[in-house]
């Protein structure tokens, strides 16, 4: 779907607000010989993140941003994003919605993975409205980011059996192990 220049790699940035599980794991792919990116970058709308803790121990540059004013941290992320000469962004848990206009200046350049089985169960707490709803199955989805929540053009899909006794929390964990390897396989799929 998007095509490298020869054997250079993409230079990428990944959004986090929190544990920072897909974080590692597409770092880990990064440094994959045969992989098409190079994780240059890490943003994080919180200091106390874990995800930050691993950005700084593997030397990945990460800057945290303060949102209390969205224009101007949008602002701030371009620069940084400008600086690094930063081409495409993995969203990974990062909880903070972006502008349509800084939506457009990455046009098919922004992924995001997001905890159900997509256009299903769009928004937050996923697993506990999955539970409620007595599913049969829930899962993950690797997509790309458009102007509305959850709703961009679908990637990939992992499927996840709920058993009678899950709960959200034991289905949270479950569909984590998922995430962490499909996001990879989406990037794969993405740049072949
Ligand atoms: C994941 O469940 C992801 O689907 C959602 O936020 C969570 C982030 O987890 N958008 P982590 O920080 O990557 O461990």
Redesign the pocket.
Known sequence: MVKSIGNEKISCAVF?S??????KSIFKYSKNKYSKINLKLVISNRRDAL?VIFARDNKIDCKIINYKNTKKAEKQILNYLKRKKIKFIFL??FMKILSKNFIKKFKNKIVN???SLLPNYKGLNTHMRVIANKEKFSG?TVHFVNGKIDSGKIIIQKKVKILKLDTAKSLSKKI?KE?NKLYPKAIKKVFS
Request: hydrophobic share 30%; proline share 6%.
């Open positions: 986090i929190g544990r920072g599980t897909n974080l995800g990974a848990g993975i997001h905890p993950c984590l995430e």
